[in-house]
């Protein structure tokens, strides 16, 4: 695994008897990873994975290596209420020809250290897949300080990246001050992509890349190249869609916005619903503001 670079944790899209579409995944997939996208994270909190059987998951799996696993790797979000069900989604994932993991704490229960430690290790130890470990503080409830990543990375050697979605940029530079140098480290929240490469970051799990792949990579790079005037000038006009990424309702927020430039509905399903009056109104304005000045330059 080569964990650097944008990768999408994409939206599952539903057609309209809210089954997954896997012709359309296929497809969008395939033009994520032409506009330069580097790896596909799927089955994730921003794809709904709460929301599908394991049978669906690996159908879901399957779908994008057969679409882009020669081209780049596919790496399933493993997350479940019980140890032994996330185990069992890290053995499929594997048997379905995902390359990575990206491992998150178990959903509902918020444990201590001794337990969150024992239930991510019998995931990572399911499989010699390369992980990643994920930590949302904000979504989940549970937060993996600095010292503990680098204290479970020490003891599995296939653990080799971190997506930090804390919202504070400077778990980065503590992370990386008393790492050895091996954790890989991801930003995990849209609109703090910028800040957080300035911090050391080397990679992007992207939510509104499902959208805008050309931008999002086109960021990423003039960040990753200190190209600061530049990065400073797309960022501008990037900022009001990145910040739908990071409010509870993010993914119909996503999915509106790749409704409104037809890649992609904006279908979901319960408990989530799609937006209606005040909130799609607004969400509306800021799509419409945003695509009446995309940057031509990029967008081509």
Not at 144 to 168: C, M, R, W, Y
Not at 252 to 274: D, T
Request: proline share 4%; hydrophobic share 45%; glycine share 8%.
């Amino acid at each position: 695994m080569n964990w650097n670079g944008v990768m999408p944790a994409i939206t599952t899209c539903f057609d309209q008897q809210l089954q997954i579409d896997h012709e359309f995944t296929a497809k969008h997939v395939s033009w994520l990873v032409d506009h330069g996208c580097t790896g596909i994270v799927t089955n994730g909190s921003l794809g709904e994975g709460g929301a599908l059987s394991l049978d669906e998951k690996i159908a879901l799996w399957k779908t994008c290596v057969g679409a882009v696993g020669d081209r780049v790797p596919v790496i399933a979000a493993i997350a479940s209420m019980s140890t032994s069900d996330a185990v069992a989604q890290a053995k499929a994932a594997e048997a379905a020809g995902c390359e990575g993991l990206m491992v998150l704490p178990p959903y509902v229960y918020k444990g201590d250290w001794r337990e969150m430690k024992t239930h991510l290790s019998a995931v990572i130890e399911a499989t010699p897949l390369s992980c990643m470990l994920y930590n949302n503080p904000v979504a989940y409830g549970t937060d993996f300080l600095p010292d503990q990543i680098v204290e479970i990375a020490s003891e599995h050697g296939n653990l080799e990246a971190v997506k930090e979605s804390s919202t504070d940029v400077r778990r980065i530079t503590w992370l990386k001050a008393i790492d050895d140098g091996r954790l890989e480290v991801f930003v995990g929240v849209d609109d703090a992509i910028v800040e957080g490469i300035a911090a050391g970051a080397v990679g992007w799990i992207a939510g509104l890349v499902n959208a805008f792949p050309a931008e999002s990579v086109r960021l990423f790079e003039l960040a990753r190249d200190g190209r600061r005037e530049e990065a400073k000038a797309l960022y501008d006009w990037f900022l009001p869609l990145l910040r739908l990424d990071t409010v509870p309702k993010f993914v119909q927020l996503i999915k509106l916005v790749q409704e409104q430039i037809e890649m992609g509905s904006g279908r979901v399903r319960l408990p989530r619903m799609e937006l209606t009056g005040t909130e799609r109104e607004e969400t509306l304005r800021i799509i419409g503001r945003a695509l009446a000045t995309r940057p031509k330059a990029v967008a081509a």
